[in-house]
Every structure is written in C-alpha cells, then in structure tokens.
C-alpha cells in the first residue's frame, strides 16, 4: 500500500500561483509513477499530469501546459505540482495518484493508489 496525502490548495486570484504537494508513505515511493488529475463540480475526474519514477518524463494536459509544472524528490517522498497563471476554470480538487509502471498513463483507472484530496479555488 502506499498512503498519499495532498496539500498546498486553497483560495487564490485568477494569475496567481498554488504549488500543491503529495506526500507518500508506505510502499517505496520511488517504485511508482505519479498522476495528478482534478475534478470540478459536476465533471468528470479529468488528467493534469503525470511524472515517470525517476522524474526523468512528464506529460501534461493541453489544458495546463505551459502554466503547470510536475516533479517530485524521492529522497523526501514528495511529489509537487506548481500551478502558474491560474484560471479560473483550474477550479477543482485535485488529487495525486500512484502507478507502478514505468510509462504512466493517463487514465485514472490504472492508477493504484489515491490521495483524498485537496481544493483549489481560482476567483476571477
């Protein structure tokens, strides 16, 4: 099992910055891929981004890219996600993931494990 817990949301100005982390424990977090995915308010759970095991690979969804950034510090069982040039369409909660695999996808039901959570709210 590995236990994921996000922080780092909360109210912010549309152009303003959020960086939201996801601290990992139990399973070594080095093994598995990251996602961070976010659902707003009648929508469906939908892909932000994702990282490879080692940080050396990210993705990201056109919708974010350019504004967002994905990494991680194994060393500190850490993965972050900064969030530049908020909209506010970036409204939602977002939540970080876990894959054990060395080529992450992007569908969250492939994901093994999930963080509960944690709201970002962009004002216009």
């Known amino acids: 099992q590995v236990q994921l817990v996000e922080s780092g949301g909360g109210l912010v100005q549309a152009g303003g910055s959020l960086r939201l982390s996801c601290a990992a424990s139990?399973?070594?977090?080095?093994?598995?891929?990251m996602g961070w995915f976010r659902q707003a308010p009648g929508k469906e759970r939908e892909f932000v981004a994702t990282i490879t095991w080692s940080g050396g690979g990210t993705s990201y969804a056109d919708s974010v890219k350019g504004r967002f950034t994905i990494s991680r510090d194994n060393a500190k069982n850490t993965g972050y996600l900064q969030m530049n040039s908020l909209k506010p369409e970036d409204t939602a909660v977002y939540y970080c993931a876990a894959q054990r695999t060395v080529v992450p996808t992007t569908w969250s039901a492939q994901y093994d494990f999930w963080g509960q959570g944690t709201q970002v709210i962009v004002s216009s």
């Open positions: 139990g399973r070594t977090f080095s093994n598995y891929a």
